[in-house]
């Protein structure tokens, strides 16, 4: 699975999820709910890009 890398330099990586915030280990990005933003700067999900 690819990580994804917001703006700010938080890198999403799917095997790690993002549990603090209700995302489980294993989630894909494509999963991870529209609403989430990431946990460093509050970016919605469109500030992310494939890395």
């Given at each position: 699975m690819s990580k994804y890398q917001c703006v700010c330099g938080?890198?999403?990586?799917?095997?790690?999820?993002?549990p603090e915030n209700g995302i489980a280990p294993g989630t894909a990005f494509e999963d991870v709910?529209?609403?989430?933003?990431?946990?460093?700067?509050?970016?919605?999900?469109?500030?992310?890009?494939?890395i």
């Open positions: 938080y890198v999403y990586d799917p095997e790690a999820g993002d709910p529209e609403d989430w933003t990431c946990p460093i700067c509050g970016l919605t999900k469109d500030a992310f890009t494939e």
